[in-house]
């Protein structure tokens, strides 16, 4: 059955892990039952398949020419910067029949937020416990400001909805590290000490942020966004906001 929709292509990073692309491909499961009339695909930078030129190809092949490119990122770093319009812009000059779109990173945005909550009360965090639990907002880490600046403010955010306190940490690349913001919490009289993961797939990076909290001996430590609900509607509120406008648009190198 032919799609009216532009088709949604999710751009993942990709990682050697094989948790990550499992993630990724149930998060994009979701997607498909949110609406189950748009083509969704989904596409790596790299270490898995089906690469985005690879993916854009395939989608070309079907007769399809319009495809809203939506970076699985939850900042503005380098890879939303560059690595991903440097990817689309070759694809498409290989296939000038294609109009790709690319859509903004996921974050910050409130539904990110409340998926959260959502991995905390799982791990046991009850509402009422909000007044007396640090919570340590443990990113993957990027070299670029504005990433770092968002993260910060997002926890400044999110201290305002009741938490005792909500410290930023990084797994790379920036400081604090996780475990170094469990103990700051700590020295600072917090009672009960929890890790939020704000990463949406398992990997190298998140594996740091869990043995940072265990050994830092954090009270909680939630799960990573993974295939959360709330995750899967914004997906699509980042395409719904790309879909119908021709911004962004992503044209030959050579035009």
């Known amino acids: 059955m032919p799609f009216s929709s532009p088709v949604l292509l999710v751009v993942a990073h990709g990682s050697r892990d094989p948790r990550h692309a499992a993630t990724v491909h149930a998060l994009v499961r979701r997607v498909r039952a949110e609406r189950p009339h748009l083509r969704v695909e989904t596409a790596f930078l790299e270490f898995n398949a089906p690469s985005v030129p690879r993916a854009l190809e395939a989608i070309a092949a079907d007769g399809v020419r319009d495809v809203v490119a939506l970076p699985l990122l939850l900042t503005r770093a380098f890879h939303a910067k560059t690595d991903i319009p440097a990817v689309l812009h070759e694809a498409v000059s290989r296939l000038p029949q294609l109009t790709v779109r690319q859509a903004e990173v996921l974050g910050p945005s409130p539904l990110l937020q409340s998926a959260l909550d959502r991995r905390l009360a799982e791990a046991g965090v009850r509402a009422g416990d909000k007044s007396t639990t640090g919570v340590v907002l443990a990113s993957a880490g990027s070299s670029d400001p504005e990433a770092i600046a968002v993260i910060a403010e997002i926890a400044r ?40 993961p704000y990463v949406i797939a398992p990997g190298f990076l998140p594996d740091r942020i869990v043995r940072g909290a265990r050994e830092a001996g954090a009270d909680v430590l939630a799960d990573v966004l993974g295939p959360a609900p709330e995750l899967a509607r914004l997906l699509l509120e980042r395409y719904d906001a790309c879909a119908p406008v021709h911004t962004r648009l992503l044209t030959p190198l050579s035009a």
């Not at 410290?167 to 890790?195: H, I, K, Q």
């Open 157 to 196: 955010e999110w201290r305002r909805t009741g938490w005792c306190a909500v410290r930023p940490a990084f797994a790379s690349a920036s400081l604090p590290r996780t475990e170094d913001a469990v103990r700051a919490l700590r020295a600072e009289g917090v009672r009960r000490v929890a890790v939020a």
